[in-house]
């Protein structure tokens, strides 16, 4: 199974890519962010939890993700890999992911790092919220998604670094050329 985490700040173009990676590869895509969209629309116990963390800019504390995941990659069972897109975000999820797809006989392959410049994330999302809607696509919001990022989950660099698995990639750049970066990076790991 190929099996990559796709790896950047908000507005690094995670989204985007693993959509090109899903029609190259035959990939699931699992977006944390997405399904726990999903879960606030449906108000469901997790998504209230959920709303009530990521209204604020706030990281979903570990066990209320973990248990989301859980049960989407149970779903994907015959698949050909996934893409995790924002997810994990700590080292903790790192773990516990780690865990879950050793109990199901698969791993990582490889963490997909996107580097894109501040000024560059707080202009992509500024402009993703005039034209999606999203709440949490704000200045305020998106200083503090970006500085949560900087202190709490960059950490996960090193983690990955440790397990041979990272490759950092410029994240900057067409929708083409930044694909072409990551497809080089897949091809090497398959």
Same mark, same amino acid.
């Given at each position: !199974? ?18 090109? !990676? ?8 699992? $977006? ?13 116990? *997790? ?24 049960? *989407? ?10 893409? =995790? ?14 865990? !879950? ?14 580097? *894109? ?14 034209? $999606? ?38 994240? !900057? ?5 930044? =694909? ?11």
């Amino acid at each position: !199974m190929l099996n990559i985490v796709v790896f950047g700040a908000p507005g690094s173009g995670k989204g985007t890519q693993s959509e090109l !990676m899903i029609k190259k590869f035959g990939l699931d895509h699992v $977006s944390t962010g997405d399904v726990l969209r999903a879960e606030i629309k449906a108000q469901s116990e *997790v998504g209230k939890l959920a709303e009530t963390y990521i209204s604020k800019g706030e990281l979903v504390p570990d066990e209320v993700i973990i248990k989301v995941l859980a049960n *989407v990659l149970d779903a994907k069972k015959n698949s050909k890999g996934v893409i =995790f897109d924002g997810f994990p975000r700590t080292i903790p999820q790192a773990k516990a992911l780690k865990t !879950m797809l050793n109990e199901r006989g698969t791993d990582i392959s490889v963490m997909l790092d996107l580097k *894109v410049d501040d000024e560059e994330l707080i202009d992509r999302l500024l402009k993703r919220g005039q034209t $999606s809607g999203r709440s949490d696509d704000n200045l305020e919001t998106i200083k503090s998604r970006l500085d949560v990022y900087h202190n709490y989950t960059s950490p996960l660099i090193d983690h990955y670094k440790a397990e041979g698995k990272h490759k950092e990639k410029k994240g !900057m750049g067409t929708i083409e050329e930044i =694909f072409a970066r990551i497809e080089k990076a897949i091809e090497e790991v398959k």
